[in-house]
C-alpha cells in the first residue's frame, strides 16, 4: 500500500518497501524521488556507505537521513 498525502494541489506518495540490502541498492532505487533512513547508517561498513552514494548520485536522487 501507499500513503497519499495532500495539500492544495500538492501530493506526496510515501511507498515503503523491504529489501535486502547486503549489497547496493541500485535498482531498487529506479523510480523515486527521495531515499529516506532511520537507525541504519552505524550498521553498514564505510565502502557499503561509498557504493550507496554512487549509486544516489548515479540516480540523481537526494538522501534525507535521521541520526539520533
Known sequence: GAL???????????????ADLAHHPGRLLEGIDLLTATAF????????????????????LPLYAILT
Open 41 to 60: 547508517f552505524d550498521l553498514v561498513s564505510p565502502q557499503w556507505m561509498d557504493g550507496l552514494c554512487d549509486d544516489l548520485r548515479a540516480y540523481q
Open 4 to 18: 497519499h498525502l495532500r495539500k492544495g494541489d500538492r501530493e506526496i506518495i510515501v511507498e515503503t518497501h523491504k
